[in-house]
């Protein structure tokens, strides 16, 4: 009777043994779709923004809002990761030329890539001189090799983490729909940045 109840337990144990491992493989095919999805999802957005299929008109928008509101999104995914997400003082009443969508779809990809390669921090700090804004993106997450920047931005290069960087050409396409460009720049003490440039709209 020993023998019989050992002889369970091993075939119990062997059962939820394989329970585990299929539950484990069903996880790593879930994460794979969902990654799969995300680029898909992509290539849309950038498809329909090279199109010209989400032109629409500019105009003014308040920097601070958009901001504010790009921030709360993000904030999900920094609190996951234990990014602090900074944003510098700044003059709330700045406008910038351009669309509060598109200006969204900038902040996004360029906190999600920061937020996704930093140590501890994400800064986001924002000037206005000489009738233009520049809204910069920096994170602790070490530095970006100089002769890639360039081609980082174009989605003809892997990014930080290996993967297409489709959304660095997510985000330079939707500034240039607003008249505007986007910059990066590998930081000296191991930080990189992004720097969105836009027209300042004066009252």
Same mark, same amino acid.
């Given at each position: ?8 337990? %091993?075939?119990?144990? $062997?059962?939820?043994?394989?329970? =585990? ?5 069903? =996880? ?11 680029? %898909?999802?992509? !290539? ?51 406008? %910038?030329?351009? #669309? ?6 900038? $902040? ?18 924002? /000037?206005?001189?000489? #009738? ?24 003809? @290069? ?18 240039? #729909? !607003? ?11 191991? /930080? ?7 027209? !300042? %709209? @004066?009252?």
């Amino acid at each position: 009777m020993e023998e019989i109840f050992t002889v369970f337990w %091993v075939i119990m144990g $062997l059962l939820l043994l394989m329970l =585990l491992l299929a539950a484990l493989w069903l =996880l790593l095919l879930l994460a794979k779709s969902l990654r799969l999805t995300e680029a %898909v999802d992509n !290539m849309r957005t950038l498809s329909r923004l090279e199109s010209g299929r989400q032109d629409a008109a500019l105009g003014p928008v308040l920097a601070a809002k958009a901001l504010r509101d790009c921030l709360n999104r993000m904030n999900g995914l920094a609190h996951q990761r234990g990014i602090s997400l900074i944003l510098d003082p700044f003059e709330q009443s700045i406008m %910038v030329y351009g #669309k509060e969508e598109l200006l969204g779809k900038v $902040l996004e990809n360029l906190l999600a890539d920061a937020i996704c390669h930093a140590r501890t921090t994400v800064t986001i700090s924002v /000037k206005a001189e000489k #009738k233009q804004v520049s809204i910069s993106v920096s994170d602790d997450g070490g530095r970006i090799d100089e002769k890639d920047l360039p081609y980082l931005l174009e989605g003809r @290069s892997m990014d930080r983490s290996g993967s297409l960087g489709i959304g660095f050409a997510i985000a330079r396409t939707a500034a240039e #729909k !607003m008249e505007g460009r986007l910059e990066a720049a590998d930081q000296h003490k191991g /930080k990189a940045a992004f720097t969105l440039l836009l027209k !300042m %709209v @004066s009252y």
